[in-house]
């Protein structure tokens, strides 16, 4: 399993992480992208603990904005482990949908 | 619903960091239209578990400062002063009444019990050290253990020499031979350095070593119980020495020493497995974070 602490495909740090693999967002922009591509429903207090995290784990990082809202990139490490936890999943995924006589993504 | 009044539900140092973001983030979520109560209660529970991990930190953080390389040291000398001493007594004339015995006895008890818990304390450390070496970090710790070794072979060898001069005289003629005594004195004080040299290189180590909450909190109560246990050594050296020089005053100095440790011993020891089980709950339930991300973190924010 990833050790990043990414360890279920709804967990808020993983969804914020995949919302930010395509580029920077602030806080609404991403709960609205979650909501999205993940039917998840992120509420601004879940949203900003799971932000606290991975900006104190350096995975993702604020940028300069004179707004309110301010938004965040995805770092280096964040993409790593982004990738780790994804790699993990579809390997999950892959011998489920074997087993179950599926074919494979 | 006002939605800054929210914001009250966390912590000053987390509104000061991301305050503003939220509220942004509030307002939109409610031009939205979602139900208030259910934003409300997200966020008051999102306050909450800021503030319980901001205590949680907190009194990790706080045991972290206590069990710093300083009490390693002091724990240290402590073992070594014991070692040494222990070794002076065994040789010492044996005791011509049986009350004198027991007193030695007790004498080299404490010793040899504080002893074995600074070593205990070294033991298990030793599997962090050994990592720590492993990972490459001898070169860190390199100097400062050859100076340490080098002292204690000068000194080591330079007391063998002595004893070995010693044997082959009466102790009539020992006592009368005044270089014997100074080349004792000199000894004495390179041993005193090295064992100054030891505290530093395992001073060095320690800063280095990532050791488990819960070796962190045996060290914790070690560092409590040695002091104290150092303390009862200082209490029996006296009860002995009123045995063997009949002084009254040593053993007065005795006794008010053992009254006190009596006092403070068990708070200390007690407040030292409090903060260590304080320790290890915090740890438990802050596992996915990186400390060094967190130091880091804490930097940008004062």
């Known amino acids: 399993m990833a050790p990043s602490g990414l360890r279920r495909p709804n967990d808020p740090p993983l969804l914020i992480l995949v919302s930010l693999a395509d580029g920077p967002k602030h806080g609404h922009a991403l709960a609205k992208d979650i909501e999205d591509f993940a039917g998840v429903t992120l509420g601004p207090g879940a949203l900003y603990g799971a932000i606290t995290r991975l900006a104190e784990r350096g995975l993702i990082e604020p940028l300069g904005s004179d707004d309110r809202r301010r938004p965040y990139q995805i770092t280096p490490p964040g993409s790593a482990a982004l990738a780790e936890a994804l790699a993990d999943m579809r390997r999950v995924a892959r011998a489920g949908l074997l087993r179950l006589g599926l074919k494979p993504v | ?302």
């Open chain 2, 1 to 302: 619903m006002k939605p800054a009044s929210l914001l009250r539900w966390y912590p000053r140092a987390w509104r000061d960091r991301y305050g503003e973001e939220l509220l942004a983030l509030i307002q939109d979520t409610l031009d939205e239209g979602h139900p208030a109560w259910r934003l409300r209660l997200g966020v008051a529970r999102g306050g909450l578990r800021e503030r319980g991990r901001q205590a949680r930190h907190a009194a990790a953080a706080s045991v972290r400062r206590r069990v710093g390389p300083d009490r390693w040291g002091t724990v240290l000398i402590a073992g070594l002063v014991c070692a040494v001493g222990s070794g002076q007594l065994a040789s010492a004339p044996l005791p011509a009444r049986a009350w004198q015995a027991v007193a030695l006895g007790a004498l080299l008890t404490t010793v040899a019990v504080t002893a074995a818990m600074v070593l205990l304390g070294g033991l298990v450390a030793l599997p962090a050290l050994v990592r720590f070496v492993r990972a490459g970090g001898w070169p860190k710790i390199r100097r400062r253990v050859g100076w340490a070794a080098g002292a204690t072979a000068v000194a080591g060898g330079g007391l063998a020499a002595l004893v070995l001069a010693a044997g082959a005289r009466s102790p009539a003629q020992v006592n009368a031979w005044g270089a014997y005594w100074t080349g004792l004195l000199v000894a004495g004080l390179a041993l005193a350095v090295a064992i100054g040299l030891w505290a530093a290189a395992a001073t060095a180590a320690a800063r280095h070593l990532t050791l488990t909450a819960r070796v962190r909190a045996f060290h914790l109560v070690l560092g409590a119980i040695i002091p104290n246990a150092v303390s009862m050594v200082v209490v029996t050296l006296g009860i002995w020495w009123w045995a063997t020089q009949s002084s009254v005053t040593l053993l007065v100095l005795a006794v008010t020493n053992l009254a006190l440790a009596g006092v403070l011993a068990p708070k200390k020891i007690g407040r030292a497995i409090r903060r260590g089980r304080r320790l290890q709950a915090a740890a438990s339930g802050a596992t996915i974070i990186n400390p060094s991300a967190q130091r880091t973190h804490g930097r940008h924010r004062t």
